[in-house]
């Protein structure tokens, strides 16, 4: 079974706050992804990376960063946390076969609150 | 126009009956759609994906798509209260997914 996991299933942080989400996966996945999820807005693409050292922007990556050092570890980065941070982050991750969907697995999520 | 719409709901429903959720996405382009399950304070789990048009079953699970209408499909035959969740669409291409808000769905015992 594939596993992903992320560091914090509840996190609570300051405003100005620098923020570490870890994801971690075990099954030797090329693509990794951050997601946050809100209320009426659904799950939006924050980063996602396709190889060791690779990122890409997605549809909302101002005020986070990211790094993927190691293939199974994704890390997203909150240099200066604010309250409209506060959100549900999902990490997911999928292999590169492209003759199928590249399905992407979740992991359980992080529910950060920015005070 | 978002590129994938679904309706957030809430949809309740008894136990035992057939639930129709439903996505429309605008961009052809694509061809392959998932349906995620998503339990409270969980992530989401893939419950099934469809390439194309027409129908994939999984148990009391039915994926449909009908491309002539851009309408994405899920059907819950005899829907039990385990099946209480948020249900997303999603339509797949290389490297990222679009997904649509979720339905919240209830079934009651």
């Known amino acids: 079974d594939v596993k992903v996991t992320q560091s914090s299933r509840y996190l609570v942080k300051r405003t100005g706050e620098k923020v570490f989400l870890e994801c971690v996966q075990d099954?030797?996945?090329?693509?990794m992804f951050w997601y946050r999820q809100d209320p009426g807005l659904g799950l939006r693409l924050i980063y996602f990376s396709y190889d060791v050292k690779m990122k890409e922007k997605g549809d909302i990556p101002e005020g986070y960063s990211v790094s993927r050092e190691k293939k199974e570890r994704f890390s997203l980065i909150l240099e200066s946390a604010s309250t409209n941070q506060t959100s549900m982050y999902l990490c997911?991750?999928?292999?590169?076969?492209?003759?199928?969907?590249?399905?992407?697995?979740f992991g359980p999520g992080t529910r950060l609150t920015v005070l | 126009q978002k590129e994938v719409e679904q309706d957030p709901g809430p949809l309740s429903v008894p136990e035992g009956a057939i639930v129709s959720l439903n996505c429309t996405y605008s961009?052809?382009?694509?061809?392959?759609f998932m349906w995620y399950r998503q339990y409270s304070r969980k992530g989401p789990e893939l419950l099934m994906y469809?390439?194309?048009?027409g129908n994939k079953e999984d148990g009391r699970f039915t994926a449909q798509v009908d491309k002539s209408s851009k309408y994405i499909s899920l059907f819950i035959r005899d829907s039990q209260p385990s099946d209480s969740a948020t249900y997303l669409c999603?339509?797949?291409?290389?490297?990222?997914?679009?997904f649509g808000t979720g339905t919240r769905l209830k079934v009651l015992a």
């Open positions: 469809t390439y194309s048009s």
């Open positions: 099954m030797d996945h090329e693509n």
């Open positions: 997911a991750s999928s292999s590169s076969d492209r003759t199928l969907t590249d399905t992407q697995y």
């Open positions: 999603a339509r797949a291409g290389t490297y990222k997914y679009i």
């Open positions: 961009n052809s382009a694509f061809q392959y």
